[in-house]
């Protein structure tokens, strides 16, 4: 029997990122005894700059806003007791077509078996059970997000390691939800152009195509502050507007796709390391 520690490997994109889709499944195993990684794929350097600076506007400075959003990071990662980060420290892209896509460095641009070469190193050091990172789309279309699941699946290759590996994923259900909160606090929430819609991957998926659902309601506290600790960031903003009993209620279950598995867990199931342990 190995003495390794069971081990929770979650690969992100950005700075904020592991606090929004994975900060309640990272305090809750961290809070179980097991030991959990975080991998930021990126600097973080195309986010919010002082008063809400974009890229390319007055006042933003990529370098200063990178370094930022590194304390940020370190300080969210105490608040979910993550016990190792690694940054590989690749440009942040930005959204999808915005000119950091074509910057050469940038996380975009590198050549994934580059970047799933260094993954692969971490995957060898840390041997996790369990690896969680974004669906094919990125959940949303974020190119970095898109580049995290193809730099993770091929590192998994390279490998041939046999986790379980998950994608994150919202059910519908709380997307509807999600836009109904947002509006009410006062953020804007649009729905698509029907056009645009119909040529872009949906958010999210059905209710019944979710394989894991995970409880995470006792430590929303911690996915709040975590949040709260990358406050420099506009998109984050209404999250901490809602106050934490309302950010649990909406925020409290987090929502995963099963893509590998060789523990014949059934599904659906309520947590990540079922059939491990």
């Known amino acids: 029997m190995s003495d390794r520690p ?6 992100h994109a950005h700075p904020d990122d592991e606090a929004t889709g994975t900060g309640g499944v990272l305090a809750r195993y961290a809070a179980e005894g097991i030991r959990t990684v975080l991998v930021t794929c990126t600097d973080g350097g195309c986010g919010d700059g002082p008063g809400g600076a974009k890229p390319g ?19 969210s990662c105490e608040v979910l007791k993550i016990s190792h980060l690694e940054m590989l420290e690749y440009a942040d ?15 975009w641009q590198t050549p994934v078996e580059e970047s ?7 995957l060898r050091r840390y041997q996790p059970d369990v690896v969680v990172t974004y669906d094919e789309n990125g959940f949303y279309g974020h190119p970095d997000h898109i580049q995290a699941n193809r730099i993770t699946m091929a590192a998994l290759a390279m490998t041939a390691m046999t ?4 994608w994150t994923t919202a ?38 195509e979710i394989t894991t659902w995970v409880d995470t309601t006792e430590f929303g506290g911690q996915k709040f502050d975590a949040l709260a600790a990358h406050a420099s960031q506009s998109e984050n903003i209404f999250f901490l ?3 934490q009993e309302r950010f649990t209620e909406l925020m409290g279950v987090e929502t995963f796709v099963r893509v590998q598995d060789n523990t014949g867990a059934a599904v659906p199931e309520n947590d990540l390391f079922a059939g491990l342990r």
Do not use: C
């Open 171 to 208: 059910p519908r259900s709380m997307m509807q939800r999600f836009g109904e909160t947002m509006r009410e606090f006062g953020a804007d929430w649009e729905e698509p152009d029907p056009a645009e819609a119909a040529v872009m991957p949906e958010i999210g998926l059905p209710d019944e």
């Open 93 to 107: 892209s930005g959204m999808m077509g915005w000119p950091a896509n074509d910057a050469p460095g940038s996380f």
């Open 116 to 122: 799933a070469a260094r993954l692969a190193a971490l």
């Open 163 to 166: 986790p379980k590996v998950y």
């Open 57 to 75: 506007e007055p006042g933003h400075d990529p370098a200063a806003v990178a370094a930022m959003r590194r304390q940020e990071l370190k300080a």
């Open 6 to 11: 069971l081990t929770l490997m979650a690969v």
């Open 241 to 243: 507007k809602m106050g």
